[in-house]
């Protein structure tokens, strides 16, 4: 059916949008601050998607897709970029609203070097592997960075909230790899990763989706702190 990758991503957002305008939550007050922070990311991930496209490190199956393309990709691609990171953000801010989520400094620092070296170990090892070498290492380096150079005080909640992120993206993600579906939406070329699967998932999947995560949190915060330090000086 060629609106799969697009009810795909219509139901990824519905809820997390319909809650935003909840009493309680008001997600929606934060727009003006997540948007901008949700374009950057989604610039930077659509030109690594273009490039790994043309390079044949996955492609699209036209059968689950509308044909409306932008360059190597397809509408659906792109609309992913935008609500995969508005329902990874709202559940965030949900959580973080209601729960205490606060690691210890110490903590948080070493579980972002342990993550960090584990990835780039791995993606040291299998260079030859594009999406394996690529994603594993320039997810070391974000989280790095943003632990020890930007000194940002939510890595461990970030840590927390993916890991019940991780229930709806092997829903999602398994979907658009194939579990449940004849064929799969993203067809992934099997020499340039592990060769690792969740179900239908190619173990990758799980880290790129954390950077993708981890980065519109980051301009999220970044524009939220800022935003806050205007009001405070008016």
């Known amino acids: 059916m060629p609106y799969t990758y697009l009810l795909i991503n219509f139901f990824t957002i519905l809820v997390p949008f319909l809650f935003s305008f909840h009493p309680k939550i008001r997600f929606d007050k934060e727009w003006k601050r997540f948007l901008p922070a949700m374009i950057i990311v989604a610039v930077i991930f659509i030109l690594w998607d273009i490039y790994f496209t043309?390079?044949?490190?996955?492609?699209?199956?036209?059968?689950?897709?509308?044909?409306?393309?932008?360059?190597?990709?397809?509408?659906?691609?792109?609309?992913?970029?935008?609500?995969?990171?508005?329902?990874?953000?709202?559940?965030?801010?949900?959580?973080?609203?209601?729960?205490?989520?606060?690691?210890?400094?110490?903590?948080?620092?070493?579980?972002?070097?342990?993550?960090?070296?584990?990835?780039?170990?791995?993606?040291?090892?299998?260079?030859?592997?594009?999406?394996?070498?690529?994603?594993?290492?320039?997810?070391?380096?974000?989280?790095?960075?943003?632990?020890?150079?930007?000194?940002?005080?939510?890595?461990?909640?970030?840590?927390?909230?993916?890991?019940?992120?991780?229930i709806p993206f092997l829903i999602v993600n398994g979907l658009l790899t194939g579990t449940g579906l004849e064929e799969a939406v993203v067809r992934y070329n099997n020499n340039e990763n592990l060769g690792i699967r969740i179900l239908t998932i190619p173990v990758e999947d799980t880290v790129y989706g954390f950077e993708l995560y981890i980065l519109n949190l980051f301009f999220y915060q970044y524009r939220t702190k800022a935003s806050i330090h205007t009001l405070q000086q008016a």
Do not use: H
């Open 54 to 166: 043309k390079l044949g490190v996955w492609n699209f199956n036209p059968r689950y897709v509308t044909g409306i393309y932008l360059s190597e990709l397809p509408l659906e691609e792109l609309l992913f970029f935008i609500c995969v990171p508005y329902a990874c953000v709202f559940t965030y801010y949900c959580l973080d609203k209601f729960f205490k989520l606060d690691w210890s400094n110490s903590a948080e620092s070493s579980t972002c070097i342990a993550f960090a070296i584990l990835l780039f170990v791995i993606g040291g090892l299998n260079i030859g592997k594009l999406y394996t070498s690529v994603t594993f290492i320039s997810t070391a380096i974000v989280c790095l960075l943003m632990q020890f150079y930007f000194r940002i005080k939510w890595f461990g909640k970030a840590l927390t909230v993916y890991a019940v992120l991780l």
